[in-house]
């Protein structure tokens, strides 16, 4: 198999090309107006918002901080500008019922004039009324009435007092009401005198007494109906004078909101509540105050019924709302009823009722992070029943779950138009549309934000263009070309990719902010190309404190880790460590054991359930492999063990595949393994080597251990070939390989690995599937195939003496 060399320097790193740029610095760019590869995202996101169909909500996916809502806003802005303002919304009290507040729709700009209008008709008509009732003409009219029914009343017990009077009797008023009495010459006769009479003539009075109080009773039964009588013509007379006194007003407004037929009624419905409660203009300020309080109502003479409650005002905007809901409570997104304390008891009315995120995004668009909404109780499915209803029903929790039983407000629904934009990572969307029914039918148009674009020329000038317009836009120093050049080299690191770039805007545009103060800090007038490395390694400082804890306990042999010398059945992986935005490599060994066995392979990280479901699969795989490679015809008659050392936390990924296949191998040929080098790579059944992730600070970690005990010219690492395009490696890597001190080997196969370790030739095998003598792997087949003969003659040896003497078992 041919040698394989180590990687070149500029195998390790491509740099930007400065001469590529036209500028001295970002002051002579132009501001960049298109987003950065994300064509796809846009189109889709472009056809959500303008597709005005039921269920073509967006949802908006990527990562947290790759410029999704900066996006979305700009969108939405070009495209709300030139929209029609909403309507506005009301909600006035509903005469009828009370409880359920009556909802009003107007052309935006109406609702404050309404609310104006009827405040205005209020102070109008308790000037009006109490002025109409005091007036001349009125207590005229009144008068007429009282003194008829009041001579109609007089008259009738008059001619029943004539009628007695003419049989020698007279009809008494006294405080106990009206009674008959015997007269002589018109005086009263005294019980005495009566007693005096024969009884013809007390018989006759007695008859006499009984007739006219049969006349008497007519007229007093009558007097309740002349009441009423009286009462009707009263009112009847107030109404005339109310309707001529306010009815203009009310027919004025009327004509002003002939468009909206819910206006007129309403209108109707007021004026006929003020002829029944006209004692309520009547009533002095301080009278309409006691009322008030002794009923303990709003609606007992404070005029709040009359009130407009403007729930949405788009009187003073321009173009379609945009609405961004920080914090979607139930309440903040479908609205609320809030209550007053009076008297120690809460009380409300329609007033009180207040809008959430629906209302003042309706006829707009309305934008939601989905973290945040889906884990605030019930504002999930308050926004689905709302978006598959077309309608914002405010509801409080008691109502929706039956959990209250007293009454309160059911305002009538609003009408709902939006196009909702929930933004969250992919997870969440492949989620929700796996395990919601309803997310797919209300959420039809997802928009996908590509992680990462290809690195070129024109990208590379669109974020030197990019970077200028974060410059302006924070009133930063200009970056000159070698900033911008180290800049796109950082995000091609980040990106773990030489041949792309990262689009994560928010790292992008921290880095320019900090590299701005490192310009100041060091009185450039622009941002040089020192001044983002220098904030750079200013960012890895502060986040690198348990990094420098790890490589000291090796360092000091704590956690041993050999970076000289050649161990049998034992070898340096690699692992990544994330704390957060911040990721590190560090070298950590492996060890195999291999035994007589049944072929049984145990990955002890797994069986003490420190070991995840992918290194499990990757372990399994070794077994796959040796049966396959070595052992094809025969029994795998091994039993081998593999362990990562001085781990105690998770194991996770098969990175490691290939290291601890190389360690097996070497426990099975009893050939010892360098201890300079490290590797990392994972492999399929057929021992190829396949990429990996984070190989930057993999190689970087095992680096900083070589390097802080001294570098010997024997030290590096090994890694999948397909791993090249991804290299990136930190300026001092690359000095170390260019003097000769450090390597980095590419290899496509674990028998390339193996020659790099062992130094010896691996072998391939012939047609017959025999391996070449003195090679690697003839070491290992024969070291299997001795296992396979040691387990037969056990077999055998077992089967005999697990006999009787009987030959029987």
Wanted: charged letters at 25%.
């Amino acid at each position: 198999m041919d040698q394989i060399k180590p990687l070149t320097p500029d195998q390790l790193y491509r740099h930007c090309d400065v001469g590529q740029f036209s500028f001295e610095t970002t002051a002579d760019l132009e501001d960049i107006s298109e987003i950065i590869g994300q064509v796809r995202a846009l189109d889709a996101a472009q056809f959500g918002l303008g597709m005005r169909r039921d269920g073509y909500n967006l949802y908006v996916m990527g990562p947290s901080g790759s410029g999704k809502e900066t996006m979305v806003r700009y969108l939405l802005e070009q495209r709300a500008a030139s929209e029609a303002s909403p309507f506005d919304w009301c909600y006035v009290h509903n005469f009828s019922q009370p409880h359920k507040p009556r909802v009003v729709r107007l052309t935006a700009g109406l609702g404050a004039r309404l609310r104006k209008d009827m405040k205005q008709l209020v102070e109008e008509l308790s000037i009006t009324i109490p002025a109409v009732f005091e007036a001349d003409e009125y207590a005229h009219r009144l008068g007429e009435i009282n003194n008829e029914f009041g001579e109609r009343q007089s008259k009738a017990f008059n001619e029943v007092g004539e009628s007695a009077s003419k049989r020698d009797i007279v009809l008494l008023h006294t405080a106990n009401g009206f009674s008959f009495a015997p007269a002589k010459d018109g005086e009263v006769v005294s019980p005495e005198d009566f007693a005096k009479m024969t009884p013809e003539e007390q018989q006759k009075i007695e008859h006499d007494t009984a007739v006219l109080q049969e006349a008497l009773d007519k007229v007093v039964h009558q007097v309740p109906r002349w009441r009423r009588e009286r009462l009707h013509r009263v009112r009847q007379l107030n109404e005339e004078v109310v309707l001529f006194a306010v009815g203009h007003m009310i027919e004025a407004l009327k004509e002003e909101y002939a468009d909206f037929p819910v206006v007129k009624t309403y209108l109707d419905e007021v004026q006929q509540n003020i002829i029944e409660r006209l004692d309520d203009f009547r009533q002095s300020k301080e009278e309409q105050a006691a009322s008030w309080v002794l009923v303990g109502e709003s609606d007992s003479g404070d005029f709040s019924r009359f009130r407009v409650n403007l729930l949405v005002d788009h009187g003073d905007s321009q173009g379609a709302p945009i609405i961004g809901e920080d914090h979607p409570t139930y309440q903040n997104l479908i609205g609320r009823t809030e209550y007053l304390s009076q008297m120690g008891t809460l009380v409300t009315d329609f007033m009180q009722i207040k809008p959430g995120a629906l209302h003042l995004a309706n006829g707009g668009y309305l934008l939601l992070d989905a973290v945040k909404l889906l884990t605030q109780p019930f504002s999930w499915e308050a926004l689905k029943r709302a978006l598959s209803k077309r309608e914002v029903r405010i509801e409080s929790f008691g109502q929706m779950y039956g959990l209250v039983s007293t009454v309160s407000l059911e305002p009538e629904p609003i009408q709902l138009d939006v196009k909702v934009v929930v933004m969250g990572n992919r997870l969440l969307y492949y989620m929700l549309a796996q395990y919601d029914p309803e997310f797919s039918e209300l959420f039809k148009v997802s928009a996908d934000f590509e992680d990462e674009v290809p690195r070129n020329a024109d990208n590379h000038l669109l974020y030197a263009r990019l970077i200028a317009t974060l410059a302006r836009r924070d009133e930063l120093r200009p970056f000159d070309r070698h900033a911008v050049a180290r800049t796109i080299e950082h995000c091609a690191r980040r990106a773990e990719d030489a041949e792309k770039l990262s689009t994560h805007m928010e790292s992008l545009a921290d880095l320019v902010r900090e590299s701005d103060f490192w310009a100041g800090q060091n009185a450039h007038s622009a941002v040089t190309g020192e001044d983002v490395e220098r904030a750079i390694e200013a960012q890895i400082h502060r986040a690198d404190r348990l990094r420098d804890r790890s490589q000291e306990a090796i360092l000091r042999g704590t956690v041993q880790i050999d970076t000289t010398g050649v161990r049998v059945g034992q070898i340096n992986g690699l692992a990544v460590f994330q704390l957060g935005q911040f990721a590190f490599g560090q070298p950590s060994r492996i060890t195999a054991s291999t035994r007589l066995g049944s072929g049984v392979l145990i990955d002890i990280q797994r069986e003490i359930k420190l070991g995840g479901a992918i290194h499990s699969k990757g372990v399994l795989i070794l077994s796959s492999y040796l049966g396959s490679r070595y052992t094809s015809e025969r029994p795998l008659s091994l039993s081998a063990s593999l362990v990562f050392e001085q781990t105690y936390g998770m194991v996770e990924g098969d990175s490691a595949s290939m290291a601890e296949l190389c360690a097996l191998l070497s426990s099975l040929a009893a050939v010892p393994i360098r201890q300079s080098l490290a590797v990392t790579g994972s492999v399929d059944q057929f021992g190829r080597v396949q990429a990996i992730g984070a190989v930057n600070e993999k190689i970087e970690g095992f680096f900083e251990i070589c390097s802080r005990r001294g570098l010997t010219g024997e030290q590096g690492v090994i890694i999948p070939e397909t791993n090249l395009a991804h290299l990136m490696l930190r300026r001092d890597v690359i000095a170390a390989t260019a003097a000769g001190n450090f390597h980095i080997y590419p290899v496509k196969a674990v028998d390339q690995a193996l020659e790099l370790l062992t130094g010896m030739d691996a072998g391939e095998p012939d047609a017959a599937g025999v391996f070449p003598d003195n090679s690697f792997n003839r070491l290992v087949a024969e070291r299997l195939h001795t296992l396979a003969e040691i387990g037969r003659r056990y077999g055998k040896h077992g089967a005999s003496v697990g006999k009787g003497a009987d030959g029987k078992s």
